[in-house]
């Protein structure tokens, strides 16, 4: 449709050149979007390097492929010429060329999205590379996403924190979680956790913890992601809401 012309491709030298920075101030690593064909594949090779140990897979031809890589802006960071981290980012103009975002595969995202001002911004399938210590490089990336959302215009962010299932009760733990921690609307996942294998509260990953101290709100049911084989939570952070203490070291960048 005509409202759509004007979207600019993941690819677009217009939007890695002209609409960002190709470097970033952290010493020796930089950032940029991928480019072209074989820069995504490098990102998908990267993401089952780590994905692969992490859940215990293999992926064909070893790259971690899905159909909603096509239409997603590859964030890249680099330590020299070395690939150390990516995530991938879709806003809701793409996602509506991609039939939807990905978290709406997971969740029914209808009235929250529907009640959501302004752009918004999925972040995904991020990763950093196995024995890479990622302090800095998730620093960048974080850097980078931010100037990215900035330059589409993003107020809200979202996404799908994946939870092992072998380390504790995923929807038990999120039943705890205070209520301003709690995303307000009603969203409902899509599958059902299997039976909990222990009452324990699970291993709550890194990149979630960090979403959490953002002040970021989380789902009320986690959904089971047959892929990998986890417990998929939904992110959504109103980035005006973001704490004080991430949005001076974003602003800093």
Known sequence: MTMWASVVSPYSTNMTVNDMKKTKPVPQLSARLAQNAAE??????????????????????GLDQDRFDQYCAHMMIFDGTRLVATTRMLDRERACLAGGFYSEQEFDLHDALHATEGNVLEIGRTCVAPNYSGMRAISTLWQSVAEQAAIWGADTLIGCASVPLDTGDCQGWLNQLPEKQRLNH????????????????????????TYLRMNARLGAQACFDPVFHCADVLIWLNLSQMSLKYRERLIAA
Do not use: D, Y
């Open 40 to 61: 995504v594949e490098q990102v998908q090779r990267l993401r089952a390097e780590a994905f692969g140990p992490a859940f215990g897979m293999t992926f064909e031809n």
């Open 186 to 209: 009603l969203v409902r996942a899509r599958r059902a956790l299997p039976t909990p294998i222990t009452s324990q509260p699970p291993e709550i990953p890194t990149l979630l913890k």
